[in-house]
C-alpha cells in the first residue's frame, strides 16, 4: 500500500495562519500581489507570504525569499507596501523571514495549474523528476540547462512538439 | 561588546566575504561563457552567492559595534581587513578552472551548510538552511562539468587536470578553524571546519576516480585569507567591485 500524500508540517502551518487570522481582508488584499516575472502568481500562491498580522493601525507582514539573491524579492516588498498604503494603511513593515526555507511544496495546486497555463512546467516532487512538456504533456523532455530566465527556473526542450519551455525548479 | 559578539561578527563577516568574492568572480564569466545557457548558469550561481553573501552581511551589521550597514560592510572595507579564503579570490582562470574551483568549494559548501543548519544561533542557521538547497544543486551541475571535462577530449581532460593542479593547494585552508570559529565551536555556534574533510575527501575522490582524474598531491598549501593576507589579485578585484561606491557614496539603485 502506498503511503498517503500528506501537506507538509510548514504548509499547513501557513495555511492555518491565514485560516485563523484576526485580519482576512489584509490577506486577501495581498492576494492582488503578483510575482513580478510570473504575474499570474500571487505571492500568497508562491509561498512566499507567510503572516500578516495587525496591531491598532500598524500592520506586519513576513515574507519568505525564495532564492537568496533573487531580485524579484525587492519588488515584491515594495508591491506589498504600495497595495497597503493604497488600501489606506500608512504604517507598514515587511519583514523578511529566512526560515523555515522557502519550498516549492508550498506552492498551492491553483498555481500549479496558472503555471502549466502560462507555459511554465510545476515543480516536480524531487530533483531527479523530469516535467511534462506544459504544451503538449509530453514526458519526453530533456533539459537543455540547470538554469533559465530567472534563479527559481531551468531550461527544457520538448521532444514531441519541439518547444522549448521553462521549468520551475523544485526545491 | 562581548567576547562573543565579536567572534560571531568575524564568523558572520567571513561567510559573507567568502560568498561576495566568489559570485564576484563568478560574474566575470556574464558574455563570456561558452554558450548562452551556461552564461546564463554562471550569472545564476552568482546570484545565489551574493544573496548568500547579503544575508550574512545583514546579519553582521546588526552585530557590528561601528553600526556600518550590509552595504558599507561589502563596499567600502579595503583588502586587509576582507576576511575570505584565497581559494575564493583566485582569477577565473578558463573555464575549466572555474568548473574546478565550483565542483571543489560545492562539496565543501554542502557539508558545511549542513553542519551549520544546526548552529545553536538561529540566524547562522537560518541562512544555512536556505543556502544548503542551493549548494546541492550548484554540486549537481558542476559534478558534471567534472565528468565531462576530466572524461570528455584529451584536450578538456589536460586542461581539467592542470587547474585541479593549481587550486589544490587552496583547498587545505577551508578545513581551518579562525580564532573566531575555535571560540564559538564550544558553544555550538561554530562548525568545526577540521571535521567535515573526511566527508569532502569522499565526495572528491570519488568524483574523481569516475572523471578520470588523479588527485593532486597534498604537498604544497597556501593560506592567510582569514587573517586577511590576500593574493595580488584581490586588490583589482575590489576596485571593481566597489568602484561605483568609492566614486559616488552612498549611492542607490
Known amino acids: ?171 | 561588546m562581548t567576547t562573543d559578539q565579536t567572534a560571531l561578527l568575524q564568523y558572520a563577516l567571513g561567510e559573507a566575504d567568502d560568498a561576495l568574492i566568489l559570485g564576484q568572480r563568478l560574474c566575470e564569466w556574464c558574455y563570456h561563457a561558452p554558450y548562452l545557457e551556461e552564461d546564463l548558469a554562471l550569472a545564476n550561481v552568482s546570484l545565489d552567492f551574493l544573496g548568500r553573501a547579503q544575508n550574512f552581511y545583514q546579519y553582521a551589521a546588526q552585530l557590528d559595534p561601528q553600526q556600518r550597514t550590509a552595504d558599507q560592510l561589502a563596499m567600502l572595507r579595503d583588502s586587509r581587513e576582507f576576511r575570505n579564503l584565497l581559494i575564493v579570490e583566485l582569477p577565473i582562470g578558463d573555464f575549466a578552472f572555474t568548473m574546478a574551483r565550483q565542483f571543489l568549494l560545492d562539496c565543501f559548501y554542502v557539508e558545511f551548510m549542513t553542519a551549520l543548519q544546526g548552529s545553536a544561533d538561529p540566524n547562522m542557521a537560518g541562512i544555512a538552511a536556505k543556502a544548503i538547497k542551493e549548494s546541492q544543486y550548484h554540486l549537481r551541475r558542476s559534478h558534471e562539468w567534472l565528468l565531462r571535462l576530466g572524461d570528455g577530449t584529451e584536450e578538456s581532460h589536460r586542461r581539467m587536470q592542470i587547474a585541479l593542479d593549481q587550486i589544490w593547494g587552496y583547498t587545505m585552508e577551508m578545513f581551518e578553524n579562525s580564532p573566531a570559529e575555535n571560540e564559538l565551536l564550544a558553544e555550538g555556534i561554530a562548525v568545526d571546519r577540521s571535521a567535515l574533510k573526511p566527508a569532502w575527501d569522499t565526495r572528491v575522490n570519488t568524483a574523481l576516480v569516475e572523471a578520470t582524474l588523479s588527485r593532486p598531491e597534498d604537498g604544497w598549501s597556501v593560506r592567510g585569507g582569514r587573517d586577511g593576507i590576500h593574493t595580488e589579485h584581490h586588490g583589482h578585484l575590489l576596485s571593481e567591485l566597489q568602484f561605483l561606491q568609492r566614486a559616488y557614496p552612498g549611492l542607490e539603485w
Open chain 1, 1 to 171: 500500500m502506498g503511503a498517503i500524500p500528506l501537506l507538509h508540517q510548514e504548509c499547513l502551518e501557513r495555511e492555518a495562519r491565514r485560516r485563523e487570522s484576526a485580519c482576512p481582508e489584509l490577506w486577501d488584499l495581498l492576494d492582488t500581489v503578483k510575482d513580478p516575472e510570473i504575474p499570474v502568481l500571487s505571492i500568497w500562491e508562491l509561498g512566499v507570504l507567510q503572516d500578516v498580522q495587525r496591531d491598532g493601525d500598524k500592520i506586519t507582514v513576513v515574507i519568505t525569499p525564495t532564492y537568496s539573491g533573487c531580485p524579484a524579492m525587492h519588488a515584491m516588498q515594495q508591491d506589498v507596501e504600495r497595495a497597503l498604503s493604497d488600501a489606506g494603511w500608512s504604517q507598514v513593515e515587511v519583514r523578511q523571514q529566512l526560515s523555515p526555507a522557502w519550498s516549492t511544496r508550498w506552492m498551492t495546486p491553483q498555481a500549479r495549474q496558472a503555471l502549466a497555463e502560462y507555459g511554465i512546467a510545476p515543480p516536480c516532487t524531487n530533483q531527479n523528476e523530469l516535467p511534462q512538456c506544459p504544451q503538449c504533456h509530453s514526458e519526453q523532455v530533456d533539459r537543455i540547462s540547470e538554469f533559465g530566465s530567472t534563479a527559481c527556473k531551468a531550461l527544457y526542450k520538448c521532444r514531441d512538439c519541439l518547444e522549448p519551455f521553462d521549468y520551475f525548479k523544485c526545491l
